[in-house]
């Protein structure tokens, strides 16, 4: 069921962020009184808005509050490189049940989503919904938004052009929207966390790999094809490491999970460090929650390896405040538990190499939502579709 006209969307999305009284609706809509009440009275009819009692009066008579059918549903599904986490939320995108589950990408499409529908099968088993009103995945590599397929993903084997859109859309019996991990995690700040009163800012993603989201006007922007926002592979220094991509000096090659647990491993292995030797020596290899573990212990060369990666993500960042002169930064991810040394380090190079101008006003900040950006995210993708004008 979707709105029969922009300003029925207009009217789903403002009550999105929580039911109103008319009165209230009034006074931020362009409508005149008559048509503003026709319209939210089509939304009843249609199903997906119902009366919520009467407002406090504000002076004369009380006008009648409205708000998103209780009915509504919509599912986030959100496939990482090793788990899949989904979740069911009401028509103003409240979580209300939320399952994880640790899964490995390269299972390929079929096995993945398969998991994914299973667990929202127990979410429904749960009571949490009948029937769904749509449905938003994220995948952890580059998308084609328009067909609603990942393409040639790196760590994705298998997924290359697989229909993810169509799919789920089948198995559920629901419209579907498909979008990058780093794109829905930036509609997840925008909707819950600390972009919501933003709308021009980057999400910058430091996990596996490093991704940008890049919001104007309160919507992703996505590129030509699809690929904007992939700085992973912004070239940092013409004598640095190959790159899995092939050039070398790529950011991703010297800051992101990866090439953390390389790091780690040679200062553990030449003796810069006894407490990663020590790990290194019990597990048989470090990853990079072992180097945060280690520079939240004071560890020097921990320390050291999370401050020059910063510096590297702070260089690449600086350009893009000057370029795009963003009113928020937000950095997420499983590296950015790497925490407040990061930060740090990021914002000294940012507010030191870009023009005041740009930096005058620019926050640059932890994410606080963490896993939930994603989920989050992905219902408000799916939510902005469903919301819209057929
Ligand atoms: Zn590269």
């Known amino acids: 069921m979707r709105p029969e006209n922009a300003h029925q969307a207009m009217l789903l ?12 609706l009034g006074d931020v809509v362009d409508l005149s009184r008559s048509k503003l009440n026709v319209e939210l009275d089509r939304l009843i009819e249609l199903g997906l808005a119902e009366p919520d009692g009467l407002a406090e009066s504000r002076g004369g008579r009380r006008s009648g509050r409205v708000r998103l059918s209780r009915q509504t549903r919509f599912a986030g599904i959100d496939i990482g490189a090793t788990s899949v986490d989904v979740a069911v939320t009401d028509g103003e995108l409240g979580v209300l049940g939320h399952l994880s589950e640790p899964c490995d990408i390269r ?53 290359d052009r697989y229909p993810v859109r169509e799919a789920v859309s089948e198995e559920l019996g629901c419209p579907a929207m498909v979008d990058n991990d780093v794109n829905i995690m930036a509609l997840g700040e925008l909707h819950a966390g600390l972009a919501r009163q933003v709308g021009d800012f980057l999400l910058v993603k430091i996990g596996t790999g490093v991704g940008c989201g890049i919001v104007v ?9 699809g690929s904007a926002g992939d700085i992973g592979h912004i ?5 640095g490491p190959i790159c899995a991509c092939g050039n070398s000096g790529c950011l991703e090659a010297y800051f992101g999970g990866a090439a953390l647990a390389r790091q780690a491993t040679a200062v553990a292995r ?22 945060a573990a280690a520079a939240a212990q004071g560890d020097a060369a921990a320390i050291q ?7 590297r993500v702070g260089q690449v960042l600086a350009s893009l405040v000057s370029f795009f002169n963003p009113g928020l930064v937000i ?37 606080e939502l963490g896993d939930a950006a994603g989920i989050v995210g992905a219902t408000r993708l799916i939510s902005d579709h469903v919301y819209s004008a057929a």
């Open 107 to 159: 299972e390929g499409p079929a096995a993945v989503l398969d998991r994914a529908v299973t667990l929202l099968g127990k979410l429904r088993e749960q009571g949490l919904y009948t029937q769904l009103h749509g449905a938003g995945i994220g995948v952890p590599g580059p998308v084609s938004f328009p067909e609603g397929v990942p393409v040639v993903p790196p760590i994705m084997p298998g997924w």
């Open 305 to 311: 390896i999370v401050r020059d990666g910063g510096r």
């Open 270 to 291: 030449s003796g810069g460090s006894p407490y990663l030797a020590e790990r290194l020596a019990a597990a048989g290899e470090l990853t990079a929650e072992d180097v």
């Open 217 to 225: 006007d309160g919507k992703i922007y996505r590129g030509v094809s």
């Open 13 to 24: 999305r403002l009550l999105r962020e929580g039911g109103r009284s008319r009165a209230e």
């Open 331 to 367: 950095i997420a991810g499983g590296v950015a538990r790497l925490g407040h040394v990061l930060l740090a380090e990021i914002r000294s190079v940012v507010y030191r190499r870009s023009l005041p101008l740009a930096t005058g006003n620019l926050p640059i900040v932890l994410s």
């Open 235 to 239: 070239r940092v220094d013409d004598d």
